[in-house]
């Protein structure tokens, strides 16, 4: 039935006059029939499902995600294990973190994950997102010379990282080692780093390339979590699901497929961002003027070209302080700081638009 016009929705063609293709393979036709009648959804949803490569079998997990159901095993990506026991040993023994970030909402969020991590153990730590403009995308030797000369023995790159072997390579002659935490594709060779856990690495297997950062991140920090309950036995365990709300606003705003975990990430983390505990996107939510509960719409339209305009026209770090930020009165005054920058960015591209007309 592959390329057959067929009616759509009661109607053949677009409002255009095109007419409606279906697409369907005869295997997938009889999955649709399957899904629509074992789970009572709509035709138009059960073809849509079959579609996009949902079996019959699938289609619980697919429409109603469980972090339990679908998170991969962490050690599954390859160098987890040593970034993973790196990052504890950090802990452990108190060293001063340094957090190099992306200046997009990823990024930030990435950035706020860790941040938040190491802080409910005590551990001394410093955010650093890169201006767009005056140094690009990515690490540089300068700042990571910095960084290390600010006390930094550890510096983690989140959102980034992969690409910057010459930078890294700064931070090491300088005396820190540097783990990678990104999902950006491989453009050179590997650095040289304590760890890269990059799900996109031509030698991973895990079969997580869908992952944004914060996925990786997060994933991260359950591996760590696991290393810690052995090697801090009495600390209270973090709350890792707590943290899903910036997972799953780094999964809807790095427009990731909504496949696998991420699926669940998002399904929890707006769990998550309903109850505002995070200071930082409450006070966001309260500028944006959104009076419902938070879904994805939101986080794509509303939340994120805010935390975004701070790295376009602003100050880049921003983001990463908002949402890593436990203050009601810093969280409600970066807030306020974002939403006026985005409206100057409106206004900017509204200028651009008019001018090139």
């Known amino acids: 039935m592959t ?24 295997r997938q036709d009889m999955t649709a ?16 499902l079959a579609g996009r490569g949902v079996t019959a079998e699938q289609t619980e997990r697919f429409l109603d995600p469980t972090i339990r159901d679908l998170l991969p095993d962490p050690a599954s990506l390859t160098d ?8 504890a040993e950090a802990i452990v023994t108190g060293e001063r973190v340094a957090i190099f970030g992306d200046y997009d909402v990823d990024g930030a969020a990435s950035s706020a994950l860790l941040k938040r991590f190491l802080t409910h153990f005590s551990v001394p730590a410093e955010i650093y997102i890169p201006d767009r403009i005056f140094e690009g995308y990515g ?3 300068e700042a990571m010379r910095d960084l290390v000369s600010r006390g930094a023995t550890l510096i983690v790159t989140v959102d980034c990282g992969t690409n910057s072997a010459v930078s890294i390579d700064a931070a090491k002659a300088a005396g820190a080692d540097v783990v990678v935490l990104d999902h950006h594709q491989l453009g050179g060779p590997l650095p040289a780093a304590e760890a890269v856990v990059n799900p996109n690495r031509e030698d991973d297997l895990s079969g997580q390339g869908h992952l944004c950062a914060a996925g990786v991140v ?12 052995g090697r801090l036995p009495d600390a209270a365990p973090p709350d890792l699901l707590g943290l899903l709300d910036l997972v799953a606003l780094a999964t809807v705003c790095d427009v990731v497929p909504l496949t696998g975990v991420n699926r669940a990430f998002v399904v929890k983390g707006l769990q998550m ?21 938070v879904n994805t719409f939101h986080l794509a339209y ?27 009165v810093e969280a409600r005054t970066i807030a306020e700081t974002l939403d006026r920058l985005n409206q100057e960015r409106q206004q900017m591209e509204l200028e651009l638009a008019v001018t090139t007309m």
């Not at 390329?3 to 005869?26: M, P």
């Not at 987890?80 to 990052?87: E, F, H, Q, S």
């Open 3 to 26: 390329g057959e016009n067929r009616i759509f929705l009661d109607v053949r063609q677009s409002a255009s006059g095109v007419s409606w293709e279906h697409r369907l393979t005869e």
């Open 33 to 48: 029939l399957a899904i629509a009648q074992g789970f009572g959804v709509p035709d138009i949803v059960a073809r849509v």
């Open 80 to 87: 987890m294990g040593k970034a993973a026991a790196r990052i």
């Open 139 to 141: 690490p540089n030797p």
């Open 218 to 229: 997060f994933l991260a920090l359950v591996q760590t979590a696991r290393i810690l309950r």
């Open 273 to 293: 961002a309903r109850q505002q505990r995070n200071e930082g996107l409450a006070a966001l939510a309260r500028v944006s003027r959104i009076g419902e509960p």
């Open 302 to 328: 509303l939340i994120g070209p805010r935390i975004n305009a701070g790295g376009r026209i602003g100050d880049a770090a921003l983001g990463s302080r908002l949402l890593a930020t436990d203050d009601p």
